[in-house]
């Protein structure tokens, strides 16, 4: 990994406030794989709660000023798949035309497919744990990070990718492997009920193949599924990819 890149960490809004330390994990990944991580102090939100509530239009200045905050850096990274679909697919009209965004569109990756599509490394490391994987669907069907099962196209995953090269780790096939776990950001919110079978779902298929850690690339759906897990008191641990990634290789 040539050291001169100069890479832009964004870290969503719900992984700063409840999960900062799978924000330090993906910049302690980055660094140890030879990148130059900024952090800029000024970012927020990124627009896409109210976006997908519907107020697309209230979301011209958190989408100018995240356009303001990364122009300048050579790659950005987040640790979420909804995050960077949300600014390569449904900012508003009023950004899409700032001068900036077709290059911003262009340079901004989910982590794993910034590991895999661009520095191309060869992770070394222990993780021995058997290990379940949700595959959320913006990052699936969105940014295209796996095969899903309604395309007949072969069969891969960029995250399995990843943790396969890790001494140790039992990768777990699921049955419905790429199912929603029904989070969803406010629907979760507004069907409750559904939202929770959904995520119940999801849940037995990797209990019934005796996982012991659910990962995965958005600590939204993870936050989901683990909040029902621990209501029902189910003995499951909950990681993000580059929480395992990062210890492993330490």
């Known amino acids: 990994m040539p050291e001169y890149k100069n890479i832009g960490l964004f870290i969503p809004c ?7 330390q799978v924000g330090i994990a993906s910049l302690e990944l980055l660094e140890k794989l030879g990148c130059q ?6 970012q927020t939100c990124c627009g896409q709660p109210l976006a997908n509530s519907g107020y697309e239009r209230d979301t011209e ?12 850096f050579d790659y950005i990274v987040a640790p979420s798949g909804s995050c960077v679909l949300h600014i390569k697919e449904h900012f508003p009209a009023s950004a899409k035309i700032h001068p900036s965004f077709p290059e911003i569109k262009d340079k901004i990756f989910e982590l794993t497919e910034f590991l895999t599509d661009i520095l191309k490394v060869a992770i070394q490391g222990k993780f021995p744990h058997r290990v379940g994987y949700h595959a959320s669907c913006h990052g699936l069907r969105g940014l295209r990070l796996g095969a899903s099962s ?5 069969d ?19 049955d419905r492997k790429d199912e929603c776990c029904g989070f969803g950001g406010t629907f979760a919110v507004s069907e409750e009920a559904l939202s929770v079978q959904m995520g119940n779902d999801r849940l037995r298929d990797h209990t019934s193949h005796q996982v012991e850690i659910i990962t995965g690339g958005d600590v939204s759906c993870l936050m989901h ?20 990634l990062n210890q492993a290789i330490s």
């Not at 200045?61 to 356009?67: D, N, Q, V």
């Open 150 to 154: 309604e395309l007949n196209i072969a």
């Open 37 to 42: 991580v900024g952090f800029p102090l000024g």
């Open 14 to 20: 719900y992984i700063d406030q409840f999960y900062p």
């Open 61 to 72: 200045g958190s989408s100018l000023h995240f356009i303001e905050q990364f122009q300048h």
């Open 225 to 244: 599924l683990e909040g029902i897990a621990k209501r029902q008191h189910e003995k499951l641990k909950f990681m993000h990819i580059a929480e395992i």
């Open 156 to 174: 891969f995953n960029k995250s399995k990718q990843l943790l396969s090269q890790l001494e140790g780790l039992d990768w777990v096939e699921l």
